[in-house]
């Protein structure tokens, strides 16, 4: 199985599981008088509609290269992730200016089967991303790591729901606004998170350098083809779940130029052959000065 098919196989695993947990968080927040189950009901709605965004970013990006577009469609990737984000961002906004409305609304105290509910929601939303942000490890995709930090969040609200809740039950009349200050605490990290997914995408699309690993490993596999004396610049570029290289490559510089030219390929189809997650490579090839 491919990275773009296992990042796909994982996008429909998100996608089924917000939307179990939309319907779940919400039905057990109005029955149980409890707004940060609601406002957790509404993260998760747009977790749904994130996940989509995800899925369709991921096929796309999957698609070969072509006369337009001879690098493929990978970029599509961390565009997808700002609009992740976005997502992100109006949850945390409605959640805060519902939270703040709700703060100063006298209300009924939630029912105590919600901490329940959401003890099972932390759980499984746990769950959920660390197996989510481990398939974003292995297919090295930016809108697959939004998407495993969306689990996380919703792990966190629910969290500070729980401890609202808690509060609210535990010391009973006048504390019921201990639910909606968790829900409005949420809100806040979830902003923060926003920020921490929005940078790396950034990056990607700005060419940013922080591959250096990877540069160490292309420069030790690269001295030990044959011909292949030193390496020089080693420039990549990220796009979608393919990292594409331009690499200076010393050779002798008395060899003739038909000679480079086929250790040029060597070079190529090793790299490409031991690191499947390279897409284009571009080998320069320099004389010794020797």
Same mark, same amino acid.
């Given at each position: ?5 296992? $990042? ?13 947990? $939309?319907? #779940? ?8 008088? +409890?707004? %940060?189950?609601?406002?957790?009901? #509404? =993260? +998760?709605?747009?977790?749904?509609? +994130?996940? #989509? ?25 961390? *565009? ?7 997502? *992100? ?17 006298? @209300? ?11 003890? /099972? ?16 490890? =292995? ?10 930090? @969306? ?8 969290? $500070? %729901? ?5 509060? $609210? ?6 504390? !019921?606004? %201990?639910?909606?200050?968790? /829900? ?6 979830? *902003? ?15 060419? =940013? ?13 690269? *001295?030990?083809?044959?011909?292949? #004396? ?13 990292? @594409? ?13 038909? !000679? ?12 490409? !052959? ?5 897409? @284009? ?10």
């Amino acid at each position: 199985m491919t990275n773009e098919q296992k $990042a796909i196989k994982t996008t429909y695993f998100s996608i089924v599981g917000n939307t179990a947990m $939309a319907l #779940i968080k919400g039905l057990a927040g109005i029955f149980g008088n +409890s707004y %940060a189950l609601i406002a957790d009901a #509404i =993260e +998760s709605t747009t977790d749904i509609f +994130s996940s #989509i965004l995800v899925l369709i970013g991921l096929k796309y990006s999957s698609k070969p290269p072509d006369k337009n577009h001879p690098y493929g469609h990978g970029r599509i990737e961390p *565009l997808i992730t700002f609009l992740v984000v976005g997502f *992100l961002i109006t949850s945390a906004t409605i959640i805060a200016y519902e939270s703040i409305q709700n703060i100063g609304t006298p @209300h009924e105290l939630p029912e105590p089967f919600t901490l329940f509910v959401l003890a /099972a929601i932390i759980i499984w939303k746990e769950i959920s991303y660390r197996l989510v942000l481990k398939k974003s490890t =292995e297919t090295k995709s930016t809108s697959l790591r939004a998407d495993a930090w @969306h689990h996380r969040s919703d792990a966190i609200t629910s969290i $500070a %729901a729980f401890i609202g809740i808690s509060i $609210a039950l535990y010391f009973g009349k006048g504390y !019921e606004s %201990a639910d909606d200050w968790a /829900a409005l605490f949420a809100s806040g990290f979830i *902003l923060y998170n926003s920020y921490q997914i929005f940078r790396p995408a950034l990056g990607e699309i700005l060419d =940013e350098h922080v591959y250096d690993d990877l540069v160490e490993e292309i420069r030790s596999i690269s *001295l030990r083809v044959e011909g292949v #004396i030193a390496t020089e610049k080693c420039f990549i570029r990220k796009a979608g779940m393919k990292y @594409h290289v331009d690499l200076h490559a010393i050779v002798d510089g008395t060899i003739t130029v038909q !000679e480079g030219h086929a250790i040029a390929h060597r070079l190529k189809d090793t790299l490409r !052959e031991q690191l499947p997650e390279l897409g @284009h490579v571009l080998i320069h090839v320099e004389p010794s000065r020797n």
